[in-house]
């Protein structure tokens, strides 16, 4: 069944399914292409345009941090008492891919008005979990946590799919990098290197659990229908490829079944196969080469690692 998927797709089909149903710029109102020469957030010489353009691990990695993320209670209960998942889950991920691409590759000011109306929602999102413990979505807390799920998320992706090696030093220079988007929303004490992300995993895992809640959205995430050719099947290759991107210890608290980690490999495997075919199909469309044309930079170079740079000091970068 799987390799179907993979014998059946071509370029132009998987160029449309792409830009339709997981565009970066669903209401067209982001201009990727003006002000010339501006270069958003990171710009082309970082590390975070060359991983956030990959789109096999981008969406199986955005995936992975959704699991993630119902395993705190805190963060569970915003989803569970804020957002219609079980009518829109397609429009959350779509939502996620808009935030995700313009903040990574917009002009400044257009990331920077996103960052505000993000921030200004968040203020609106509050309540009490089922024990009674308040929480809010402004948490800066909660911000680090759906933060680096997603980041880590992103980068096991890429390092899985890319067929492209992440030295260490690039790992931590992409963390470094990200958390920049983390603290313009409120986030603090933000992890900024690869062995920070591996402490801070550490230290969140008591406070972390596999609930009712948590069961009910996997359910919800399990049976949703992407809006691509082959939906069930191409939502089973990228979710189980999702659920191959986990740390162990997450999919040990999912409670994942020995057939659910056979199906989770073989998924791996098929869309690293695939990759290429995404790679081929999208390398002229889309907002990653129109924002390197904005710039002056051949969409080409971010097959290539950026040169080494000093590290910023925290927050340097974000204003």
Not at 113 to 124: D, N, Q, S, Y
Not at 136 to 155: I, M, N
Not at 187 to 195: C, L, M, Y
Not at 252 to 269: E, K, S, V, Y
């Amino acid at each position: 069944m799987l390799s179907e998927l993979l014998h059946r797709v071509s370029g132009e089909p998987i160029r449309r399914w792409v830009l339709g149903a997981f565009s970066r710029d669903p209401d067209g109102t982001l201009d990727y292409d003006h002000p010339r020469g501006d270069p958003g957030l990171f710009g082309p010489d970082s590390v975070t345009w060359r991983i956030h353009a990959d789109f096999p691990g981008m969406l199986a990695g955005g995936l992975a941090a959704l699991m993630m993320q119902t395993l705190h209670p805190l963060a569970l209960a915003g989803v569970w008492d804020h957002s219609n998942f079980r009518d829109d889950l397609v429009g959350r991920l779509r939502r996620t891919t808009t935030f995700v691409g313009a903040t990574t590759y917009a002009p400044r000011a257009a990331a920077e008005a996103l960052i505000g109306h993000v921030r200004r929602i968040h203020g609106f999102v509050h309540g009490m979990t089922e024990d009674g413990t308040p929480y809010a979505a402004d948490d800066p807390a909660l911000l680090t946590w759906v933060h680096v799920t997603e980041a880590h998320s992103f980068l096991a992706g890429y390092r899985r799919f890319a067929h492209h090696a992440v030295p260490r030093a690039i790992a931590d220079r992409y963390y470094d990098e990200v958390r920049r988007v983390a603290e313009a929303l409120g986030a603090r004490d933000v992890p900024a290197s690869e062995g920070e992300v591996d402490d801070y995993f550490a230290a969140i895992q008591p406070r972390l659990a596999y609930t009712g809640r948590s069961r009910e959205v996997l359910r919800v995430l399990a049976g949703v229908r992407l809006p691509v050719p082959f939906a069930g099947l191409s939502r089973d290759v990228f979710l189980h490829a999702g659920m191959a991107l986990l740390p162990a210890w997450a999919g040990d608290l999912l409670r994942h079944t020995p057939r659910q980690r056979r199906q989770a490999r073989l998924a791996a495997r098929l869309l690293w196969s695939m990759a290429p075919a995404f790679r081929a199909a999208l390398k002229e469309s889309g907002v990653v080469s129109r924002s390197c044309r904005r710039v002056g930079v051949p969409p080409e170079a971010m097959r290539d690692w950026p040169a080494p740079v000093d590290r910023q000091e925290p927050g340097a970068a974000a204003h």
